[in-house]
């Protein structure tokens, strides 16, 4: 799966179009190495996103098409969060 499907996805972001404006400026990385919107993720991968106020790292534990909104958090596991 896309990193910017999974991140809308997984509720982390929004929308998809924020996740790949957050990966064309350079602030979600994936393993340590900035990635494009089409990157392609999988389990087990770390994942980091900066924002303006923090950032916030996780690993991916399950890469699903859809789930439900209560069912998102599952997907991943934060590992830092400031």
Known sequence: MRIDKFLKVSRILKRRTLAQEACDKGKV???GKDVKP?????????VEIAYASGSIKFR????KETVKKDEASSLYEIITNF
Do not use: M, T, W
């Open 38 to 46: 089409a990157y392609r993720v999988k389990e087990g991968d770390i």
């Open 29 to 31: 990385s994936v393993n």
């Open 60 to 63: 991916i534990l399950a890469v």
